[in-house]
Every structure is written in structure tokens, then in C-alpha cells.
């Protein structure tokens, strides 16, 4: 009896430690959401090369600053329902789980605001658990931050290259030009490399990169006041 009481008291011991853990870090989560809601953030990956002392480019800019060129081709090739969902288009997830083989989904989801959420506070690949992680995050986001915060904060912490993180410093890096100048068609081309910044070129783009920009610069040209809920 003593040693199964024993063992009670050590799983006990345990859970509480594991409680007081799962508490520490919302309360740190929190923490850093209001933080951020005013400061400048830092993304994990930005952390990551940090420690291991590696280049990193970022010259910090508000929404403001950004050429509206930017700002429509981004959300245009990002995240089109940007302004009308709550931080998950729950739609386009729809599609991408319908679409799933037995390999996993062949495209992804995420919107702006789950970027973010990922980009700040969880890690880079894909899996079913960090999803788990990103999605109740960007909800809470969505509700703890108004949507220009969310583009502002997304077109800071973006990844254009090796160690390129933000649209001003890839304009600088690309165009030698400010992010405030960005012409349309120079827009869309940083807008179509996101989605894989190591294997797209800005300054040397392949034809699947080409064909993607000139779509988005269209769609600019033909949707120029969508995006109401930022400004």
C-alpha cells in the first residue's frame, strides 16, 4: 500500500508540474500577443538565426509605408478572403482536406493571419499537430488585433530569401528601391515567390513564377479598393 501511494503521489506531482507548465507558457503566450499588438515582433525563425548567428536583413515599416501595390498583390495571392473571415477561411480548408490523398494534403490552407501565428510562435513544416497549435492562434489573433496589424505584422516578418525577412528589405535587396515605390508589376513578383522564397527567384523568376505574377497584377488592376478593412 505504501508503494502504490507512493506512486500516487508521483504521478500527482507530475500533472501539477505539467499544469503549472501549460500556465506558464499561455500566460508568456498572452504576453506576447499584447506585446506585440504595439512592439515590433521577432518570428521564430528570425530567434533561430539569431542563436545561431547567422544574417538577418529587416528594416521595420508600418502598413502605411507600403506601397498599396504591395499590400493588393500580397493579400491577392495570399489570402483573397483576407477581409472577410476570422482569421481561418474555413472554406478553403474545406477544399484542401476534400482534395487530401493518402499522402497528406498537396497544398495548404493558411491564411495571412495563420501565417503570422506560425511565423511568430510555432515552427516551420508541415504536420497535423502544428496545424492544431495554428489554427485556435490565428482565431485569437483575429479577435485580439484589428487586420492591418495582422498584414502590417505579416509583410515585417515574411521570409524573401535567405535571411531576408520583411518587404522592405527584399525591395531594398531586389529593386534597391524602398517598399513605398514598388511599382505593380514589381509588387506581384515579390508576391509570387512567398509561397517558397528558396526555390522562387524575384530577380530571375521561372515561368511558373512569371505566369503567377502576371495574374496577380490583373487581379490588382481590376480589384483596387477590396481591401477596406486595413485602411
Not at 107 to 131: E, P
Request: positive net charge.
Amino acid at each position: 500500500m505504501v508503494r502504490k501511494s507512493g506512486t500516487f503521489d508521483g504521478f500527482r506531482a507530475v500533472v501539477r508540474w505539467l499544469a503549472r507548465l501549460i500556465l506558464l507558457v499561455l500566460f508568456a503566450l498572452a504576453g506576447l500577443i499584447l506585446l506585440y499588438r504595439f512592439v515590433p515582433p521577432i518570428s521564430t525563425l528570425m530567434l533561430g538565426r539569431m542563436l545561431l548567428d547567422e544574417k538577418i536583413e529587416r528594416d521595420y515599416l508600418p502598413l502605411d509605408r507600403f506601397s498599396p501595390n504591395l499590400l493588393a498583390a500580397v493579400v491577392l495571392s495570399e489570402d483573397a478572403h483576407f477581409c472577410r473571415h476570422h482569421g481561418v477561411d474555413w472554406g478553403a480548408m474545406r477544399e484542401v482536406i476534400d482534395e487530401s490523398g493518402a499522402q497528406g494534403p498537396a497544398r495548404g490552407a493558411s491564411t495571412i493571419t495563420m501565417q503570422v501565428a506560425k511565423n511568430l510562435f510555432l515552427w516551420s513544416g508541415r504536420s497535423y499537430i502544428r496545424k492544431g497549435f495554428e489554427i485556435p492562434l490565428a482565431l485569437l489573433l483575429d479577435r485580439v488585433w484589428p487586420k492591418s496589424r495582422v498584414l502590417e505584422i505579416y509583410l515585417n516578418i515574411a521570409e524573401w530569401g535567405d535571411g531576408i525577412f520583411g518587404a522592405e528589405a527584399a525591395s531594398e535587396t531586389y529593386f534597391r528601391k524602398s517598399a513605398a515605390d514598388l511599382s505593380p508589376h514589381e509588387a506581384a513578383l515579390l508576391a509570387a515567390v512567398l509561397p517558397d522564397p528558396y526555390t522562387r527567384s524575384v530577380l530571375h523568376p521561372n515561368w511558373r513564377v512569371t505566369m503567377h505574377a502576371r495574374v496577380v497584377e490583373r487581379r490588382v488592376f481590376a480589384t483596387p479598393a477590396f481591401l477596406d478593412c486595413v485602411r
